[in-house]
Every structure is written in structure tokens, then in C-alpha cells.
């Protein structure tokens, strides 16, 4: 059966407002530095999120990073990946020789995703095929039995229709399928209650780039609920209802809720102040510390999986 999307205006406005959103944001990180293309040895000015600032990204992310893509590349593809953004992980599991397809809706992203797979190519023939395709995930129709492995790299939470989405995923998965998800879930309860009042006291305390004032006015007004929104218009959409989505419709192979209080404000701390790495490491230590004993909830939930449930 064929799946259209709503023929509401509310719902085409967004989602074109979605796609604009996230080709804003690139063009704005571009000028401040970031190099979407390479996305290494580089830190945006006035770096605020973790992945801005490719030092704090590899500490961090990274290992996740480098296991999603080892799982993907072992599959032998095709890969899928479901929002792609500029491409970069989609153009490292390429770079093992898979072949891989991504599909975002922003098209400016798509523009550049293809630009960079393309040059790719040109320096690295042994590279595996990329193609880059504009795509609503909320409606997407995938092929059946099409895929090695789906991956995604903090995209699900944007998706109102995570149950249609997971549908599909099993769909165009091979029989034994992988699929890999790092995403943004909701810190709900008492647990993720404490993950925020850390966050708010740490961002008090530490040396960042913004003056002590305005951290104050901004903790005020946070408390208060009075942060002005510059987020996209399906932001966290999914994010309280994703983790048990994929426990549901998947087989879970491995699973972790990672970045408690960090992920706010770690990638604005000074990095010219004395002590700057081990001042990192440290909050780094204690955030994976406090997540694994269980006193605080991670932001992020990284999953791998397969399609063949118990």
C-alpha cells in the first residue's frame, strides 16, 4: 500500500521549514569555520555543540562513531542512511568499499552530500557508490529486502511518524539486517531531572567563552521556561518515544545512554585556559561515570540491532 503524506498545510509548511532550518544551519556553521567536508583538526568560533569542536567530537562521539561504522561496513551493504545531512557518515562507510544511499530533507544538504561523494570518488576509486536523495523520512516507501544495514546519526528524534519508520526499516532490511542508531531521547523522571541540574550548575562554573552574566540570565530564564526556542519546527518530535519504538520492532544487540550534563555546555569551555584536556577529561570521566552507575540519565541513546526479533 502506497503511504502520501497528510494533505494539511500545517504539516507541508514544516517540513518545508524543517529543510530550510538545516540548510540554514550549515550555511551559518560554514561561516563560523566548520568543515563539513573533512570535519577534522578544526573548531567552529564560538563553538557551542560537542560536534562543533572536532577534539571534543573525537573524545566524546567518537568511539560510537567508529563502531557504527564498523558495523555497517561488515555487513558488505548496500547501507542506508536516514538523514544524511552533508553526508559524512554515509562517505566514511563508502570509504570501505560499500556502496550507500542517504536520504535527507534538506536540499542544500543534498546539494553538498553529492558535491563531497563525488570528489570522494574522484581521489579514492575504490570507494564504494554513493547517491544522496532528497527524502520525507515521515512517508519514505522504501524497497524490500534492499539493505545490508540501516544506520542513523541523530535524525530518528526529528521524525513524527517513528512507528511508519520503523515499519519500513524492517521492510527494506535483509533477514539478519543491522541496523545502528545514536539519537537525542528525553531526560524524563528523577534521574533526568538531576542530568539537567547538573547541566545548569557545571555551566555556572566552568571557564567558557560567554560572560558570567549572561549565563546567569540565561539560567534564570531557563529555570523560569523562558528560553527562546531557535530549534527546528520537529525537534524532538520523536524523543520521548523512540528507545521503546526500537526495543519493540527490533532484536537489541547493544545499548547505551550516553552524555548526562556535558553536551550543553563542554564545547564552550575556553580551550586557552590552563589545564584545558584535563578539565575535559574529567567532566567527560564523570558524566560516562555518574551515567553508568545509574545516578544520572543520558540525553543520547546509541543502539545496535537487527531486524530479527526474539
Given at each position: 500500500?502506497?503511504?502520501?503524506?497528510?494533505?494539511?498545510p500545517?504539516y507541508e509548511e514544516k517540513i518545508k521549514?524543517?529543510?530550510?532550518?538545516?540548510?540554514?544551519?550549515v550555511a551559518?556553521l560554514?561561516?563560523?569555520?566548520?568543515?563539513?567536508?573533512n570535519?577534522e583538526?578544526?573548531?567552529a568560533?564560538?563553538a557551542?555543540?560537542?560536534?562543533?569542536?572536532?577534539?571534543?567530537?573525537?573524545?566524546?562521539?567518537?568511539?560510537?562513531?567508529?563502531e557504527?561504522i564498523?558495523?555497517a561496513?561488515?555487513?558488505k551493504g548496500?547501507?542506508?542512511?536516514?538523514?544524511?545531512?552533508t553526508?559524512?557518515?554515509?562517505?566514511?562507510i563508502a570509504?570501505?568499499g560499500?556502496?550507500v544511499?542517504g536520504?535527507?530533507?534538506?536540499?542544500?544538504?543534498?546539494r553538498?552530500?553529492?558535491?563531497f561523494?563525488?570528489?570522494q570518488r574522484?581521489?579514492?576509486?575504490?570507494?564504494g557508490a554513493i547517491?544522496f536523495?532528497?527524502k520525507d523520512?515521515n512517508y519514505?516507501e522504501?524497497?524490500?529486502?534492499?539493505?545490508?544495514?540501516?544506520?542513523?546519526?541523530?535524525s530518528?528524534?526529528?521524525?513524527?511518524e517513528m512507528e511508519?519508520?520503523?515499519?519500513?526499516?524492517?521492510?527494506?532490511?535483509r533477514?539478519?539486517?543491522?541496523?545502528?542508531?545514536?539519537d537525542h531521547?528525553?531526560q524524563?523522571?528523577v534521574r533526568?531531572?538531576?542530568?539537567?541540574l547538573?547541566t545548569?550548575?557545571?555551566?555556572?562554573?566552568v571557564p567558557?567563552?560567554?560572560?558570567?552574566?549572561?549565563?546567569?540570565?540565561?539560567?534564570m530564564?531557563?529555570?523560569r521556561?523562558?528560553?527562546p526556542?531557535?530549534?527546528s519546527?520537529?525537534e524532538?518530535?520523536a524523543s520521548?518515544s523512540?528507545?521503546?519504538?526500537?526495543?519493540k520492532?527490533?532484536?537489541?544487540?547493544?545499548?547505551?545512554?550516553?552524555?548526562?550534563?556535558?553536551?550543553?555546555?563542554?564545547?564552550?569551555?575556553r580551550?586557552?585556559i590552563?589545564g584545558?584536556?584535563m578539565?575535559?577529561?574529567?567532566l567527560?570521566?564523570?558524566?560516562?561515570?555518574?551515567?553508568?552507575?545509574g545516578?544520572?540519565k543520558?540525553e543520547?541513546v546509541y543502539?545496535?540491532?537487527t531486524?530479527?526479533k526474539e
Amino acid at each position: 500500500m502506497k503511504i502520501t503524506p497528510s494533505k494539511s498545510p500545517t504539516y507541508e509548511e514544516k517540513i518545508k521549514q524543517e529543510g530550510a532550518f538545516w540548510d540554514k544551519e550549515v550555511a551559518n556553521l560554514m561561516e563560523r569555520g566548520f568543515d563539513f567536508e573533512n570535519r577534522e583538526n578544526f573548531r567552529a568560533k564560538n563553538a557551542i555543540l560537542i560536534w562543533e569542536d572536532s577534539f571534543l567530537e573525537g573524545l566524546i562521539r567518537g568511539p560510537y562513531k567508529n563502531e557504527m561504522i564498523a558495523v555497517a561496513a561488515a555487513t558488505k551493504g548496500p547501507v542506508l542512511e536516514l538523514g544524511c545531512g552533508t553526508g559524512w557518515l554515509s562517505r566514511k562507510i563508502a570509504s570501505h568499499g560499500v556502496e550507500v544511499t542517504g536520504y535527507d530533507i534538506a536540499e542544500k544538504n543534498i546539494r553538498l552530500a553529492n558535491e563531497f561523494a563525488a570528489k570522494q570518488r574522484q581521489k579514492d576509486p575504490s570507494s564504494g557508490a554513493i547517491k544522496f536523495e532528497i527524502k520525507d523520512l515521515n512517508y519514505a516507501e522504501l524497497p524490500p529486502d534492499q539493505f545490508g544495514a540501516v544506520v542513523v546519526w541523530d535524525s530518528l528524534h526529528h521524525l513524527p511518524e517513528m512507528e511508519k519508520i520503523c515499519e519500513q526499516i524492517k521492510k527494506t532490511l535483509r533477514p539478519g539486517g543491522a541496523l545502528v542508531v545514536w539519537d537525542h531521547i528525553d531526560q524524563s523522571g528523577v534521574r533526568g531531572a538531576l542530568s539537567k541540574l547538573f547541566t545548569l550548575f557545571f555551566y555556572l562554573t566552568v571557564p567558557t567563552w560567554e560572560k558570567f552574566s549572561e549565563k546567569v540570565r540565561y539560567v534564570m530564564n531557563r529555570l523560569r521556561g523562558k528560553i527562546p526556542s531557535e530549534e527546528s519546527p520537529f525537534e524532538d518530535a520523536a524523543s520521548h518515544s523512540l528507545e521503546g519504538l526500537l526495543k519493540k520492532n527490533f532484536r537489541i544487540q547493544k545499548k547505551s545512554n550516553p552524555i548526562a550534563f556535558i553536551g550543553f555546555f563542554i564545547a564552550r569551555i575556553r580551550p586557552t585556559i590552563k589545564g584545558y584536556k584535563m578539565l575535559i577529561n574529567s567532566l567527560i570521566w564523570l558524566d560516562r561515570t555518574l551515567c553508568k552507575v545509574g545516578i544520572l540519565k543520558g540525553e543520547y541513546v546509541y543502539i545496535v540491532a537487527t531486524n530479527e526479533k526474539e
